[in-house]
């Protein structure tokens, strides 16, 4: 059983499309992230999300919106996609906000936008 | 927020001893993480350091030093499967209370035979 799936793992799509990815962790964790991986290999947090509810919003752009049904869920829409967007995107939980175990990543979404 | 710097890349011999750097600065230090990161891979967890001192985990060890800002991985015994990317991480306590790690941009380590 993967610990922090995410869906699709490759997404190549065209400029101005909106796509979503999904994410579900099956740990019971509190906490779930989405982290965004540019080509320079730098990894920045956009969202936090703790119990279903929004804790972090980075500067993100307004297309991108995130969605918790539930603990277990964290899905990324993004509208009119840019090819500024193409980046490798990371899901993540932790037992909770402040854990010292760290994070569980996904294994990655590469967007690529064309 | 926090500025963290590591170096961009080294090489090492398989066998051998290499130490990874990484400095910080941040107005409200709550604790510093390593992780690894295979190509194409999701970082994986390695340790946290949030007191002064050595950690050791197997061929891992991770040392920190709050007054100087400072962190080093150490990796031991070298093998080929150890070339990633290393990762050091630091989570500032007033970050909003969030306690959301910032990321420095990695080290990528190369062994070779």
């Known amino acids: 059983d993967t610990a922090v799936s995410q869906t699709p793992k490759y997404l190549v799509t065209q400029m101005g499309n909106d796509k979503s990815i999904k994410c579900e962790q099956n740990?019971?964790?509190?906490?779930m992230y989405w982290y965004k991986q540019d080509s320079k290999k730098f990894l920045k947090i956009m969202f936090s999300?703790?119990?279903?509810?929004?804790?972090i919003n980075e500067t993100v752009p307004n297309r991108f919106s995130p969605k918790s049904p539930d603990k277990a869920h964290l899905n990324l829409h993004i509208n009119s996609l840019e090819l500024g967007d193409s980046a490798v995107y990371f899901c993540?939980?932790?037992?909770?906000?402040?854990?010292?175990?760290?994070?569980?990543f996904g294994s990655g979404t590469r967007l690529t936008v064309v | 927020g926090q500025n963290i710097d590591q170096p961009t890349e080294m090489t090492a011999t398989e066998g051998a001893i290499v130490q990874i750097n990484c400095t910080y600065q941040?107005?409200?230090?709550?604790?510093l993480f390593w992780y690894q990161q295979h190509a194409g891979e999701a970082p994986t967890f390695l340790s946290y350091?949030?007191?002064?001192g050595l950690e050791e985990k197997g061929r891992f060890s991770s040392f920190l030093s709050r007054s100087k800002g400072y962190s080093y991985l150490l990796l031991k015994e070298l093998q080929m499967k150890d070339s990633a990317s290393y990762l050091c991480?630091?989570?500032?306590?007033?970050?909003?209370?969030?306690?959301?790690?910032?990321f420095g941009r990695g080290t990528s380590l190369i062994v070779h035979p």
């Open positions: 993540a939980s932790s037992p909770r906000q402040g854990s010292l175990y760290g994070y569980t």
């Open positions: 740990l019971g964790h509190d906490t």
């Open positions: 999300y703790n119990n279903k509810e929004l804790i």
């Open positions: 941040t107005s409200g230090f709550n604790g």
């Open positions: 350091n949030v007191l002064d």
């Open positions: 991480a630091v989570r500032d306590v007033a970050t909003g209370g969030s306690y959301i790690p910032t």
